[in-house]
């Protein structure tokens, strides 16, 4: 196990290299630089501009470039914005939690409604509550964010007057953060309403960032299922009179979440990816905002640094779930 | 009263193309403490029979039966909730494939627990008590050890006692057992099956051992009771049925034995089980029988009474004859 830990974790590095390096590519690909970015249209003399070039180093070959940068990452130093001068890693831990929250949000909602409606599904295989289940399934899947996003706003915030359009939470309140959550700060705030404030603004953005991962969690699930239902055991399960709910429940559903939980490592990169347009649409103060930000700045070091950082995290994130396999499968635990 | 009573079951499948009777008319008894054997070629319904009597067909199923009595209770009536307190309890089923029988999720000590939990409400040390003590009767080295192995480090014999462990956890008063050695190591079967009937004649089990096997039949069974495409064809003692087989299929098995009841497995005679499509109209048997006539292709046979071994033939034999046939010598089948 903590071999396998190890190795893990060493991979990490080459896969890092390689994210750093594609970034590094793509960004210098899109037309325009820092420079004219902050410049504007019109431009300024050809001698401030080699100036500023030359201040950012943008005058190196980019080779040389990239490799003063892996110098520097390899030294925990991300940089800093170019256009706000604060350290990257400041920027980052600020904003992070705010994602992190959403995200988290997002996937409990998936994993939480996704789980059970597979599990109705394949027990009701064939029948109106399975296709129901599965066509709006499908739907979800095939919800494009923006448009999704777009609609619940104009029907819960426009029409019904129900949720907020934007932020996490009303201006009205303000506290210190003590966590970065704001469910948690503001219920720590004690000030009254605000819990209540964050929550009606968190629900329209988990709902958009999750349908994706909940359609394809209730896909997964009711096929594993299915699968699993048909097995020896789940017959000796009922050959020992327990009742239906523990053969579903334990039997058939235990073996189910071995695929189950795979998926659901897999959707956090998406997940992330989902983030970054979802924050866009409801103005979320999180990870997503601040890059798309940083793309219309040509800021190179916090595209390439929260990049990095942003994959860094799904890495690891994708390691604990690898972990969380060989938890839940015997035979991959004592392979090992 | 028997303790096991079935008389006139049948099993309808929904199929994609159309109904399938996969058991047709099937009467048996059990009594305590005995063992029934149930042989047949594969394909003949045993095993859907005793599914359909443990309850766990699925639900393309139709089960109808005049008779379908356990322990002197109406299984036929009995809601699902009542049975499920009798199934795993009062009547436990081992399976054929032990390996893929056990949860690979789930510990030994788990699964045997499970029952002993559900049924008798046991606290978690009694649980551990009892299943060390079953995986002790049941000749598993450790057991305190192996209550928390998973399936997945067991070999299949390995995996086949803890199975019988399961079955006997609650002290079931009937066992049916469906081919239990037949997915096992030659050298292994002998000792699963002896550890199985030696388990059975100290606690007074009925047993119901569904086997290929004859030779298995001739050592272990009282009574025998030979299937064919969903229908029971012969049922008698197991040492007449030997010496002198009633039914044209089983004198046909008998034959096709290398060496009378030594034969490790159920022996082939020329020709195949009927299925869903070509089923004869009268007699099931008559493509494959030496002495079939007119009479069989068009007239469905009549049960005949216990002397000849409950056959369900035109013309059963005594001593390998043909009563009332019209050319006793039969014909040679061609395969
Ligand atoms: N779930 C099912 N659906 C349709 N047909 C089935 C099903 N289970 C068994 N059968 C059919 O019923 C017949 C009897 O099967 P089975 O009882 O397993 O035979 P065996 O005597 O070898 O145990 C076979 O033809 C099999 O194809
Ligand atoms: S009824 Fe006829 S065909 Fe069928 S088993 Fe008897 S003799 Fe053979
Ligand atoms: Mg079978």
Redesign the pocket.
């Known amino acids: 196990m903590i071999s396998f830990i190890i190795r893990r974790v060493l991979l990490v590095i080459p896969t890092f290299v390689a994210i750093a390096f594609l970034t590094f590519v793509a960004i210098r690909l899109v037309p325009g630089d820092p420079v004219e970015a902050r410049t504007g249209e019109r431009g300024i003399s050809p001698e401030r501009l080699a100036y500023f070039r030359h201040e950012l180093g943008l005058d190196q070959p980019v080779w040389k470039q990239f490799l003063d940068y892996l110098w520097q990452i390899a030294h925990g130093d991300f940089g800093t914005s170019i256009s706000t001068q604060t350290p990257i890693l400041t920027e980052f831990t600020t904003l992070f939690p705010a994602t992190l929250e959403l995200a988290t949000c997002a996937m409990l909602f998936a994993t939480i409604l996704g789980i059970p409606a597979g599990v109705i599904a394949a027990t009701r295989r064939g029948t109106f509550v399975d296709y129901t289940l599965m066509g709006a399934a499908l739907t979800g899947f095939s919800m494009p964010i923006f448009w999704w996003g777009l609609l619940l706003i104009l029907f819960f915030s426009v029409d019904l007057g129900l949720t907020p359009v934007s932020g996490r939470i009303d201006l009205l309140y303000y506290f210190e953060p003590v966590t970065g959550f704001m469910l948690i700060d503001s219920w720590l705030s004690g000030e009254e309403g605000a819990f209540a404030s964050a929550v009606s603004h968190l629900i329209l953005p988990t709902i958009v960032l999750g349908t994706i991962p909940l359609a394809t969690i209730a896909r997964m699930t009711r096929s594993a299922m299915l699968e699993i239902l048909g097995e020896d055991y789940v017959r000796t399960a009922r050959a020992k009179g327990l009742s239906p709910f523990r053969v579903v429940g334990i039997h058939a559903l235990r073996n189910a979440l071995i695929p189950v939980v795979t998926v659901i490592g897999l959707q956090v990169g998406a997940l992330m990816a989902g983030a970054v347009l979802t924050e866009y649409i409801f103005s979320w103060p999180g990870i997503g905002s601040w890059l798309i930000e940083s793309i219309q700045r040509r800021d190179y070091p916090v595209l390439q640094g929260g990049i990095l950082l942003v994959s860094g995290i799904v890495i690891l994130i994708n390691i604990f779930v690898d972990l969380l396999y060989g938890v839940l499968n015997p035979r991959i635990r004592h392979a090992r | 009263m028997p303790l096991l009573e079935i008389s006139e079951l049948s099993?309808d499948?929904k199929?994609g193309s159309g109904q399938?009777r996969?058991?047709d008319g099937v009467s048996l008894t059990v009594d305590r403490g005995e063992i029934l054997a149930i042989v047949?070629?594969?394909?003949?319904?045993?095993?859907?029979?005793m599914?359909a009597v443990m309850g766990l067909?699925?639900w393309?199923?139709t089960v109808t039966a005049k008779t379908l009595a356990f322990d002197g209770r109406d299984l036929l009536t009995l809601s699902p909730r009542e049975r499920r307190k009798l199934v795993g309890k009062d009547m436990a089923m081992i399976f054929q494939e032990p390996m893929s029988s056990l949860n690979p999720c789930f510990t030994v000590g788990y699964q045997i627990g499970e029952s002993l939990k559900v049924h008798l409400g046991l606290t978690k040390s009694e649980r551990r008590q009892r299943s060390i003590e079953l995986l002790n009767a049941v000749g598993i080295p450790d057991p305190e050890r192996r209550l928390s192995a998973f399936p997945h480090q067991l070999s299949g014999g390995m995996s086949q006692r803890v199975m019988i462990a399961m079955a006997l956890a609650c002290r079931p008063k009937l066992i049916i057992a469906?081919?239990p050695t037949t997915a096992l190591d030659v050298t292994i079967q002998a000792q699963i099956l002896e550890l199985l009937v030696s388990l059975q004649r100290e606690t007074d089990t009925g047993l119901v051992l569904?086997t290929h096997d004859m030779g298995v039949v001739a050592e272990t069974a009282e009574r025998v009771s030979v299937?064919y495409a969903?229908q029971k064809i012969e049922e008698q003692p197991v040492g007449p049925l030997f010496s002198d087989p009633h039914h044209p299929y089983t004198a046909a098995l008998l034959a096709a034995l290398p060496e009378r009841a030594k034969g490790k497995h159920l022996p082939s005679i020329p020709g195949v089980?009927p299925?869903?499509f070509d089923r004869p109209p009268a007699c099931l048997f008559e493509p494959r029988c030496r002495f079939a006539t007119d009479r069989c292709r068009t007239k469905v046979p009549p049960r005949q009474g216990a002397i000849a071994g409950f056959a369900l033939c035109h013309y059963p034999l005594t001593h390998g004859r043909p009563i009332g046939h019209p050319n006793p010598e039969g014909r040679e089948v061609a395969a």
């Open positions: 099993v499948f199929t399938f996969a058991v047949g070629e594969s394909g003949s319904g045993k095993s859907v029979a599914l067909l699925p393309t199923a469906d081919e569904i299937h969903g089980v299925g869903q």
